[in-house]
Each structure stands twice: as structure tokens, then as C-alpha cells.
């Protein structure tokens, strides 16, 4: 079954913190099914935002949270707890990634997440940038000596855009992944430079969706994240979403009508294939 399209609130952050609960009936009604929440509870609590998720009738796809690792751990389990979140995603961070034993180090920070989150019924999840893919050793990926390591509860969300950005065919790391990836980050845009890169509707950038998305494995959801937006961040939601869901690359819950449908023209990444 074609996954479900979602939405990373960090991509309407500014507008849900002046008004949570109209910024997520906005999300629904343009389609879009789910939120991963990021940025929200620390302004309205657990109870407010898992209440307001479900009064805009959106599903809660996953928390972008830290790994509940160290002190403060369970802390941060009550409060996922009490948002409803039953899988919880974050990254090492980009100098974790600078050498085998850096990455073996963060790796256990991880593995000491997983293992909390299970005993509250919760999975991680392992969002990448793009140091997963630029750096190697020794031949080997940077992003593969992570994923052996990990520990097999960890499951992978991934970020399709940095993966492309760090030299990677996204494609071919969701072949790879199988099973274990359960979300995609869905974002646009050039793919050359972090510092540089401004973001575009799907469908207007540089990422063959078409390919990626139909990759075979085990994917729930696809969460659209669009960062440091030149356009309106809601007509670059209603335009990614037509032309995701009107491809029928994503599922969402109304249909890609020509109010929302992008052309079906070919897309800047259709035309260099």
C-alpha cells in the first residue's frame, strides 16, 4: 500500500506557535494525514498537542525529540508518553560521524535510547543528515558502519534530501534499508549546499520522487519538511501535495483536485533521468 503523507511540524513551526490548534486544521484540510511534532510541547505540553492532533483528525506519525539517553531520560519518556508518540526520532550530531570510533560512541547513546523506549512500548528512530553519506572509511560508508552497529529495535527514518546531498541515490538506501525504514523525509530542492540550500515544493527540486518513493520496502509514512522557504509556506504544502498525492506516490485524504494538483508536466529531476 502507497504510505501515508504527513507533515514535519517544524515546517509550519512559526504559525503553530501563534495558534496550534487552527495551523493543524490548515494541515488537514489541505490532506495531509499526519504530523511528526517537533518544537510544540515545549510551548503547550504533551496534552494540549496530542489533543489538538487529534481534534484536527491527523494521525501522530512519530516525536522529533532527543534520544532519551542519560540524565533526563525518563523525563523525556513521560512526557512522549503523554504526547501518545510511539516511535521517537533524532540524529548524532555531525562530528559524530568524524571517525570509526566517534561513530561507534554516539552509537551507544542510541542503543541506550532504544533500550529505555522499549520498556515504555516506544521504538527509536535514526534520522540522517548528510554526513552519514559524504564521510567513508576505509571504503566503507559512514551510514553503513552505523546501521551495524545499531541495535536491531532501532528503526531508520530517512532523510532522502541529505542522503542525495551527501552523494547518495536514495533510491538505492531504501532498497537497502527494507523493513527497518518505516518514514521518509520528503523535502526539495537543489541539494548542493547545507548553509546555502533553500527549499522548494516537491516535485520542483532536484530529488526524482517518482523512483524514490516507489522504491519497495516498508514505509508508513512519507513527512514532507520544508526549510527556509522563498514562497508561502502553506501554497508550498498545497503544491507538494499535489504533486505527491496526485502522482500517487503518497496517500492522503482527499484527493489531488486541480485546485491542488501540480502539472503533470515533467519534473526537473524527471528530465536529467
Avoid: C
Amino acid at each position: 500500500m502507497t504510505a501515508a503523507l504527513g507533515v514535519m511540524t517544524y515546517t509550519v513551526l512559526d504559525q503553530a506557535r501563534t495558534d496550534l490548534e487552527g495551523t493543524l486544521a490548515r494541515l488537514a484540510a489541505l490532506g495531509y494525514a499526519g504530523v511528526e511534532t517537533y518544537g510544540l510541547v515545549e510551548q503547550y505540553g504533551p496534552a494540549r498537542v496530542r489533543d489538538a492532533i487529534a481534534s484536527a483528525g491527523l494521525a501522530l506519525t512519530s516525536a522529533h525529540t532527543p534520544f532519551p539517553a542519560g540524565p533526563g531520560a525518563e523525563e523525556l519518556l513521560d512526557t512522549n508518553e503523554e504526547l501518545g508518540a510511539t516511535i521517537l526520532v533524532w540524529s548524532m550530531e555531525r562530528e559524530e560521524f568524524d571517525s570509526p570510533g566517534a561513530i561507534a560512541r554516539g552509537v551507544e547513546r542510541v542503543n541506550e535510547a532504544a533500550e529505555r523506549a522499549a520498556a515504555r512500548g516506544m521504538r527509536i528512530a535514526y534520522h540522517n543528515h548528510f554526513a552519514e553519506f559524504s564521510q567513508a572509511f576505509d571504503g566503507r560508508q559512514a551510514y553503513d558502519l552505523l546501521l551495524e552497529l545499531l541495535d536491531d529495535r532501532v528503526l531508520v527514518e530517512l532523510d532522502a534530501y541529505w542522503a542525495q546531498m551527501g552523494g547518495a541515490d536514495p533510491a538505492e538506501v531504501l532498497a537497502r534499508l527494507g523493513d527497518r525504514v518505516r518514514l521518509v523525509h520528503v523535502k526539495d530542492g537543489p541539494a548542493v549546499s547545507y548553509e546555502d540550500d533553500v527549499m522548494v515544493p516537491i516535485g520542483e527540486g532536484t530529488i526524482d520522487w517518482a523512483r524514490t518513493l516507489r522504491t519497495p520496502s516498508g514505509l508508513q509514512w512519507h513527512i514532507v519538511e520544508l526549510e527556509r522557504l522563498h514562497i508561502d509556506t502553506f501554497e508550498a504544502l498545497r503544491r507538494s501535495y499535489g504533486h505527491l498525492v496526485g502522482r500517487g506516490l503518497s496517500r492522503g485524504t482527499v484527493p489531488a483536485t486541480a485546485a491542488t494538483a501540480a502539472p503533470n508536466v515533467p519534473t526537473p529531476a524527471e528530465e536529467q533521468a
